[in-house]
């Protein structure tokens, strides 16, 4: 038999048994199912599969050669121009063909290669990147495409070793299917001192795995959709104008970067779905300019390491050791529904990590965004919330208003909110501090390193009993002056220091009237000692309510808290006060009320 006759027959068992399965020939619907092969077997058979569909056609019927050297710039180019005026579809069999130039004017294309979608790592024998793969391999400089692109569709193709996919275009739809990158600098890439920008490119089923510095997708890309991808051990985005984008069901690990994804700059841009995993830095960098920014429903696990995937240090600040890094001056950021989760660091037992879930980035002002429905109890080593320069009136978290249990997370989320937050705590627990607006209902141990602002009602804060409502510790009603005549004139109220008082906030409320114009003064010490300081007061014809907070340190071995306020100086006038309250618990009693008129 001849070669001729060996291939015929061959044509016919494959004609044969896709009538068989019920596909038509004419249609060309065998073709997903027969792309999902990868080895140089399979590719053939879909080569001859494709020769049995009479709109399909190989690029190696226009010259193509995949054997690596042969320059097949001009094939693939006449093969693009013959499609769009014919409306063919183009495969791609197994092979590696060079393309050292950059292909146009695709409008209508459809490539087919035989690839499944393929990763690799670097170690040996894991690379089977071109195994029985449709392979096209640039020079390491050049773009693959042209900035003409209007409707392209690329599926089952890997992409080796150019210089940038594509060149910035704003095409009707471009889609890339089960395709893999190996070694490109870029894919897209639109720097923010050009105008250029791209549109519409959707990436589906690919794969990532490119070991390099620079970011695969970088600046102004709009109207776009990364679903269902993996991005191993590269840079995968630094966005800069970024508008419309979604990224939904991905993986990212084994990335030695400060950031996996980095945002400056972008609005209306979801991230759903998505695992971040054993990432030296941090998955996230939302910078300034950032608005309607949705990251919900993501699986965070084993970020910001400060490790590479060798295990060597990379020298990271705390910032870049946390899950998201925030910056401020943005709008509408809103983290809603994920998963925090701290682990050991590669695959060797390293060290737990991350230190923090959210940091902050020092001498920005204004970061506000929304933090509801995370699970991140188990996402730290070291606190929830870092702030690079410890100022924590430059970022405002709003989040939820009640808490099942006291945690490091509660503590920071109520330091950085602009409500009252209550949490209830059951069992013994060691923290930074209780911030002023936190509510504690405690049935157990408290232990803190520095002071309780807030409220604990019930159990101990570091041994101390605390009560399990809001109580007037001190009150007086009536008349009290305090005039002056050229020389000081002072009053005051003496409140008993009990043990449920010590390292306490107590609010003080009074109302009082001034007249003439004294020089005023309000102070208060314990015991006599050093003064406390307390805003200052100021004139007041009518009646007027005077609040203000001060702590009671755990370590006070006094027994009275002196409250003083009079006239001072050579001026004439006084001070007259009609009634006093120091309470637990920042209420102002009914008393003083009573009293404003």
Known sequence: MSDNDRHMMSRRKLLISMAAVGVGVATGNILPSLLNRNSKEEGDYVAAAVMADKESRLVTDYGAVGDGVKDNTQSFQSAINDAVAKGYKLVIPSGRFLIKGTLVNLDNVSMHGVSLTKNYWRQDNYDDFEKGASVLIGTGKNALFGKKMSRAAFTGICFSKFGRIADPSSPRYVLFQSCSFKDVTTVLDAPSNQTAAYHNFKFVDCAFTVYRSSALFSGRILDSMWDRCVFVGSNPMELTQAKANQVTNSRFEWIDRGTAISLYACEQMLFNGNYFDRISGAAFEIKQGNKEILITGNQFNRCGSGLSSAGDSLNYKDLNKSFIILYG?????????????????????????PKYVLAKRAGIADCTLRFYGNDVENGYTKTFLYVEDKDYSSILIKGEKAFQELSQHVIDMAKCSNYNIEAACTSEVKLSEVPSNLIVHNKSAIKIEGKQLGTVFGGTVNGYPRYDRPEIIYEETGPKLSSSNGADKLSGYSIPITRMLHGVQLTISFVYVTSGSPNMKI???????????????????????????????????????????????????????????????????????????
């Open 329 to 353: 001056e943005f709008t509408d950021v809103n983290i809603s529904a994920n998963t925090f989760s701290k682990n050991a660091s590669g695959d060797h037992d390293g060290e737990p990590c």
């Open 523 to 597: 102070s208060a010490s314990i015991s006599g000692s050093t003064d406390i300081k307390l805003p200052d007061l100021t004139g007041a014809a009518q009646r007027k309510l005077y609040v203000a907070n001060l702590y009671v340190p755990f370590q006070s071995n006094g027994k009275t808290l002196q409250i003083n306020y009079g006239a001072l100086g050579s001026l004439k006038g006084s001070v007259q006060i009609y009634a006093f309250a120091a309470t637990y618990a920042s209420f102002t009693p009914k008393s003083i009320y009573d009293q404003l008129g």
